[in-house]
């Protein structure tokens, strides 16, 4: 077999509810349903698995102040002396 050909895999007894769910996950991903099982395949086999960093830097300096939030928070951060006795 050719180094560089691409293997197929005929699959059969693939339950109907299991099919609904990878067709369903396909189409929410927007991507066949070869593409999706063949990715899936490669993540379960651990292969072209590489990984990804991402940057946080698009966050920064997104903060808004919110009053209602900053109130909550100071209820939960009182400290019950009871129950630290």
Excluded at 31 to 60: C, F, P
């Amino acid at each position: 077999m050719p180094a560089n050909k691409d293997i197929q895999y005929t699959i059969r007894g693939i339950p109907p509810d299991v099919d609904r769910s990878l067709r369903a996950r396909a189409r929410r991903k927007g991507i066949s349903l070869n593409r999706l099982l063949v990715d899936e395949l490669s993540a379960a086999g651990g292969v072209g698995m590489e990984t990804k960093h991402r940057s946080l830097k698009a966050l920064g300096g997104k903060w808004l102040e919110d009053e209602e939030f900053d109130r909550i928070l100071s209820q939960q951060r009182k400290i019950d002396s009871e129950l630290w006795k």
